[in-house]
């Protein structure tokens, strides 16, 4: 047999011993996150049946309260737009200037280019997917609200 054989037995047992000891610990941690991100979430789905009720009871409210929501919807889908619009011209930029000769640029370019455009991809993401979980818990609560008053969708 082979020597590397030995070692990667050698080092397997002690990895195998640890690992065992370490799992019980890392169970209960899951499992205490576990406990109070459902904690958390059952406060916020009885703060948003509570505004349910509220809007249902007051017409007007629900109406504002709709309204109000549509224009964050819209602000987030402006938002996203520029920054995909953005995205796309920062795009056409690094390509241009790929073409130019390097001294032709007082700075390098495709890596300024490249930084701006990884940051404008992660706020894109964080402002999509924040829309997107806006608009899922307005409907929620409309559809709540529509349950209680009776209305059917």
Request: charged content about 15%; glycine content about 4%; proline content about 3%.
């Amino acid at each position: 047999m082979d020597s590397s054989f030995w070692w990667g037995l050698a080092v397997a047992i002690p990895l195998g011993i640890l690992t065992n000891l370490v799992t019980p610990f890392v169970q209960r941690q899951i499992a205490a996150r576990s406990s109070v991100a459902r904690e958390r979430q059952e406060r916020r789905r009885e703060a948003e049946t509570e505004l349910a009720v509220d809007l249902a009871n007051d017409g007007g409210y629900f109406n504002s309260w709709l309204m109000c929501q549509h224009a964050r919807h819209v602000r987030y889908s402006v938002v996203f737009t520029t920054f995909i619009v953005a995205l796309s011209i920062a795009a056409g930029v690094m390509t241009l200037s790929s073409s130019m000769p390097r001294n032709a640029l007082p700075f390098n370019a495709p890596v300024l280019v490249l930084i701006v455009m990884f940051v404008m991809i992660t706020t894109a993401t964080a402002w999509g997917v924040a829309l997107v979980s806006d608009i899922r818990k307005v409907n929620n609560i409309v559809y709540e609200v529509s349950f209680i008053r009776g209305w059917k969708l």
